[in-house]
């Protein structure tokens, strides 16, 4: 296996800073490279700040705090960025040119023994492994949002990878002390996103057709399926912009795989993006930790099995198309969208039949997208 010693990260926005840091704690060098410096530093205050809770909570001390800060080194020029480096992770802004660049310089610059990761949410491995001279050692390693609290990382080959590559992703995944999920096939959406993305719609056209209220379906999805918070409270904390990205991205590689909903483009083409701009689905008063509120009495006045059938549908497309299994699944809703109960365990309570009787009602109704895949269909409780 390849030991990673050095690592960069392109990018300190939201998800290359938090990625960094995550690295560093690891013990890991990190050279941290974004095109201005006044960038780098907003970062590495964000680093501190996040370093400085850890110490308040007294789970690390201030020396080590100071340790692990000192191991991140800023720079703006990507040449020195890349010097020596084992594993580059690259986190700039999902947009397939942009990516095609920076790979067309990196690979200027990068030295033979450099692996290439991209922390890609949508866009295709494959593509972008392709502009480089070394598309076998090329992986998507996708880490949620906020990457210091969230332990699942989508690991994905792209169709060169070699196994090589995988297996070095898979265990620097562990050794930053993350659990990894391998996405075996570069697949629009990957796991989570292909579940989750579609939901968000489908919630939406739920609340067009069944005559009921957003808090009515959230309080049915918080209680009823498992989910930490309801649909349209995450689309909101998640940002209908990201939402939209995603959906279009996922959109442009299959239609058949997201059924986009006019209301979140209207959403975001108000800029109203949820939580971050006080208002989305729902409005907000600033409050970054403000929930919406919902309870047992409401979900009691909303049966989900919609929202079951076409979750459940997903994952069961991902399943038989050898992408991941079914504990793959349930580990990556857990730790990637906070899942109390497995989706199937779910499905079991509300009945396959039930499910998958409801996927033919609705593909009968609204189209052939709904069809019930073959896995759900030969589907055996336990
Ligand atoms: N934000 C999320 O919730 C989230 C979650 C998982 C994955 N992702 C993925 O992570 C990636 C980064 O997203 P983000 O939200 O952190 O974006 P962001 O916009 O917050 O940060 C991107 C950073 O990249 C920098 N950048 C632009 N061009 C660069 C270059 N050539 N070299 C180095 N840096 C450059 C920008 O200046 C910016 O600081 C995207 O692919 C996104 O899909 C995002």
């Known amino acids: 296996m390849h030991l990673v010693k050095k690592i960069t990260v392109l990018g300190s926005g939201i998800m290359g800073h938090g990625i960094a840091q995550v690295c560093a704690m690891a013990g890991y060098n990190v050279t941290l490279r974004d095109i201005e410096s006044s960038l780098l530093d907003k ?80 866009l295709p491995i494959t593509e972008m492994a392709a502009l480089t001279g070394r598309p076998e050692r090329f ?63 489908e919630a939406a056209y739920c609340l067009e057709r069944d005559g009921v209220s957003m ?57 109203n993006l949820g939580q971050k701009t006080g208002k989305g689905f729902y409005e907000y008063s600033g409050n970054t930790y403000e929930r919406v509120n919902l309870t047992p009495e409401e979900a009691a006045k909303y049966n989900p099995i919609s929202l079951v059938a076409v979750s459940a549908n ?10 991941c299994t079914k504990e793959d699944v349930d580990k990556a809703l857990r730790l990637g969208m906070g899942l109390k109960k497995d989706l199937f365990g779910t499905v079991e309570i509300f009945g396959v039949g039930n499910v998958v009787e409801k996927l033919r009602e609705m593909a009968s109704k609204y189209g052939s997208r709904y069809d019930p895949d073959v896995y759900l269909q030969s589907y055996k409780s336990k």
Not at 54 to 72: G, N, W, Y
Not at 218 to 225: F, G, T
Request: hydrophobic letters at 40%; proline letters at 5%.
């Open 314 to 323: 997903n994952a069961a497309w991902l399943i038989s198309n050898n992408v």
């Open 43 to 122: 970062a590495l205050e964000k680093v501190k700040w996040s370093l400085s809770k850890l110490v308040e909570k007294q789970k690390i001390t201030q020396i080590e705090a100071d340790r692990i800060f000192h191991r991140i080194t800023p720079e703006v020029d990507l040449e020195l960025s890349l010097r020596d480096t084992d594993l580059l992770i690259e986190a700039v802004p999902e947009d397939l040119g942009l990516k095609k660049k920076v790979y067309t310089d990196v690979d200027k610059f990068a030295e033979e023994k450099t692996l290439y990761a991209s922390n890609t949410s949508t």
């Open 139 to 201: 992986i998507g390693l996708h880490f949620f949002n906020p990457p210091q609290l969230m332990r699942l990382v989508e690991i994905i080959p792209g169709r060169g990878t070699n196994q090589h590559t995988i297996n070095t992703a898979l265990d620097f995944v562990m050794r930053v002390g993350k659990e990894p999920v391998l996405c075996r096939k570069d697949v629009a959406g990957f796991i989570v996103n292909r579940i989750f993305i579609p939901l968000v719609h």
């Open 215 to 271: 808090t009515q379906i959230d309080s049915a999805v918080k209680y009823k399926m498992g989910f930490p918070m309801g649909i349209f409270e995450l689309a909101d904390y998640t940002g209908l912009d990201v939402i939209f990205k995603a959906t279009s991205e996922m959109y442009s590689r299959d239609t058949r795989i997201v059924h986009p909903h006019p209301k979140i483009k209207e959403l975001v083409d108000a800029q």
